[in-house]
């Protein structure tokens, strides 16, 4: 059941992202202000709401763990932490080549991408403490206090981020054009969101296979000590 | 060796054993950090050094005229009042290590919350008295004249001080038993602590610099009062699940 | 009512169940010797009961009520393997800061009593860290004893002790027992364990292999429970034939 899932998702993505990218580069036209350029948006925005939901979705599978102490919870968390840290990433990278090609600096504290930024720091703090700890039960309990925290943050560190910025103007990415596009680039930014976040399920997937095989050497391991 | 007999009474149903109240039992458990901490100083010595050096290495790093100080003097104490209060923070829980005491304590009839906001206090009277040195210090070898808005000043640095403290002290628990402790907090805590201290910035220098606090400065004000009530509830809340294994 | 009971315990360290459906009671008044041998469980069972640690599923009530109830810690004393004292406050600061916690009404005068049982009088203020192990081991048991617990959970209080301080806790354990106290002692050391205690359990790889009574079989041979109960012997290591 699963696998066939994976398979679909896999033919699915491929086919909205080929097609996608074809009507991106071919049928929109350049932008009247930013130029070709452009056209980053419909990765680069998706893939941040695919972050956000990601680290959305771990702090419900971190709650959930807590509650009833299964550690499939605490696999989902993990996996879907490391889908929302590569997505971050992606989107901070398309943000720089953006900002580079737009204003000539790779970085310029626009807010939303200096709040990605620290969001990505945050959970990178929480994959790094997973590593420190051995003992799943323990590493699945420490793990799940760190993105209940780190999801509590989020929100405060957008706003303050926001603040902060509006007192120091500096050029925004996409914020001069971003909310006055036509329903065309509403729309694409949104379909193409769809294979993004398969792409980001077929990751979670994957990662949520290996946590699951690490778990049972783990407890392969501590049966064969015991004898 | 002859052992006197243990008190003959006969022994007590549970019900009838008298409490320590919450507020006791956070004092009990904040003097005896304070009483350990300056009878060691320790933490307190390591701190204080190196905030100063600190301040004194910026000073050689960017010689910055009067004038400049004041204005970046936000950004400057709170870098330095963040990296010393991890010294601080980390020896928090990690000073209960030595002999288990820390089993002890948990298995003591004392809630967990109690604990940990004996510790934070204990932390923040630390942190603060670090930060209260440092404050002259900078006027001194800055030659900055700080104490225009003092009383706002102070608030602040109680307001942003607590903050670090709650998220630290948290930190410091959950970190208490890994390896690479002194890495891992600062590495988990400072992002955190981003928006708390920027509040902090964004209120100390324009203090320093003795302006009022415009409506504008108000919302980092409120920004900060925020983050440490949020963070004060989600570490009692969570701080149960943090130390019973 | 029991003064200990566990139903269905089960204890999880990831997939690896550490123990395994543990049930067992203890009257008010016993003394259980836990046996059983590294790794067995024993002291994972100990941790739950003292309500260091959660089961992971099953109940276990102390006199009725949840390990982590305030109630019932008040009325535990723990002995584990590390004193669980602070070595830069003294001996006398130690137990007037536990006797304090625990809600006594008079700490100072417990912590007096307990350092002159002990034999600690003379070095009430000197500070933990300058004590010989002797003298750390005694504290210990002061502490342990401070607030007139009515159960007694020791973890391997044997080991490590010298004759000075297992005489003192052997004393102070066979009163306890005589005034009606719950006492748990994990153990590897039998022969003293097997002395005091009236009840016998043992964990063998997580699972209770054997509980009830100590019967006077079990204390002329020491190794007879483990003959019977426990894992068959594992053969030599290769190339250690004799």
């Known amino acids: ?227 | 060796m002859a052992v006197p007999a243990l008190r003959g009474a006969p022994v007590r149903t549970p019900a009838r054993r008298p409490r320590l109240s919450f507020v006791r039992q956070v004092l009990t458990v904040a003097s005896k950090d304070l009483r350990s901490e300056l009878r060691t100083k320790e933490a307190l010595n390591s701190s204080l050094a190196f905030a100063l050096v600190i301040l004194l290495l910026f000073s050689f790093a960017f010689e910055p005229t009067e004038a400049q100080t004041r204005e970046i003097s936000g950004g400057l104490l709170w870098l330095v009042f963040a990296f010393a209060g991890a010294l601080i923070l980390n020896r928090s829980f990690a000073r209960e290590l030595a002999n288990d005491c820390l089993d002890a304590l948990i298995a003591a009839p004392m809630s967990g919350a109690a604990l940990f906001l004996g510790k934070a206090l204990a932390n923040f009277a630390l942190l603060l008295a670090v930060e209260l040195v440092c404050l002259p210090v900078f006027g001194v070898f800055y030659n900055v004249h700080w104490t225009g808005r003092l009383p706002s000043l102070l608030v602040v640095i109680v307001l942003g001080t607590w903050g670090v403290t709650v998220v630290g002290t948290i930190f410091s628990a959950l970190t208490v038993n890994l390896r690479l402790r002194e890495l891992m907090l600062p590495m988990l805590v400072y992002p955190i602590l981003i928006p708390c201290l920027l509040a902090a910035v964004q209120l100390t220098s324009p203090l320093v610099m003795g302006q009022p606090l415009t409506p504008e400065l108000m919302i980092w004000l409120r920004l900060l009062v925020v983050f440490d009530v949020i963070f004060t509830a989600l570490a009692v809340a969570l701080v149960e699940t943090v130390m019973v294994r | 009512m029991k003064a200990i009971e566990a139903a269905g315990v089960w204890k999880y360290y990831g997939d690896f169940p550490a123990l395994r459906d543990i049930s067992v009671s203890v009257e008010p008044g016993a003394c259980l010797a836990l046996l059983g041998r590294n790794g067995a469980g024993k002291t994972t069972l100990l941790k739950i009961v003292a309500g260091l640690s959660r089961a992971a599923r099953g109940r276990v009530a102390i006199h009725g009520a949840e390990p982590r109830a305030q109630a019932a810690r008040r009325e535990i004393g723990v002995l584990g393997h590390a004193i669980s004292l602070y070595d830069e406050l003294s001996a006398l600061e130690n137990l007037r800061l536990f006797g304090r916690i625990y809600g006594l009404e008079d700490p100072e005068r417990a912590a007096s009593e307990w350092l002159e049982r002990t034999g600690l009088e003379r070095v009430r203020d000197g500070l933990v860290r300058e004590f010989s192990r002797g003298m750390r081991q005694r504290l210990a048991v002061a502490r342990a004893f401070l607030h007139d617990p009515s159960v007694l959970l020791l973890d391997e209080p044997f080991t490590a002790l010298d004759d000075r301080a297992i005489a003192l806790l052997q004393a102070l354990l066979r009163q306890a027992v005589e005034q009606g106290r719950t006492v748990v002692i994990s153990t590897h050391q039998l022969r003293e364990a097997l002395e005091l205690a009236t009840h016998v359990a043992l964990l063998v790889r997580g699972r209770l292999a054997y509980a009830g009574e100590r019967t006077a079989e079990m204390l002329e041979d020491t190794g007879w429970l483990y003959r019977h109960y426990g894992e068959p012997q594992s053969a030599p290591p290769p190339g250690a034939r004799g």
């Open chain 1, 1 to 227: 059941m699963r696998d066939k899932a994976v398979a679909v998702s896999s033919w699915l993505a491929a086919l909205l992202l080929a097609g996608n990218l074809a009507l991106i580069l071919l049928v929109f036209p350049d932008e009247q202000e930013q130029g070709p350029i452009f056209r980053i948006i419909f990765f680069h925005v998706p893939m941040a709401w695919t972050a956000f939901v990601a680290f959305f979705a771990a702090l419900i599978a971190s709650i959930l763990y807590l509650a009833s102490k299964n550690l499939r919870y605490d696999a989902f968390a993990a996996a879907v932490t490391e889908v929302g840290l590569a997505f971050g990433a992606a989107n901070l990278l398309t943000g720089m080549i953006w900002g580079r090609v737009i204003w000539g600096a790779f970085w310029v504290w626009d807010p939303r991408l200096t709040s990605m930024l620290v969001g990505w720091l945050l959970y990178a703090g929480y994959v790094m403490l997973r590593r420190a700890i051995e003992e799943p039960t323990e590493r699945a309990r420490m793990s799940a206090v760190v993105s209940i925290f780190a999801f509590a943050d989020v929100p405060i560190i957008f706003f303050s981020i926001q603040w902060w910025r509006t007192h120091h103007p500096q050029p925004v990415v996409w914020g001069s054009s971003g909310g006055h596009m036509s329903p065309e680039y509403w729309f694409m930014l949104f379909f193409n969101w769809i294979p993004i976040l398969l792409v980001g399920y077929l990751l979670l997937e994957l990662r949520m296979r290996q946590e699951r095989l690490s778990r049972e050497l783990d407890a392969l391991r501590r049966e064969a000590h015991a004898l």
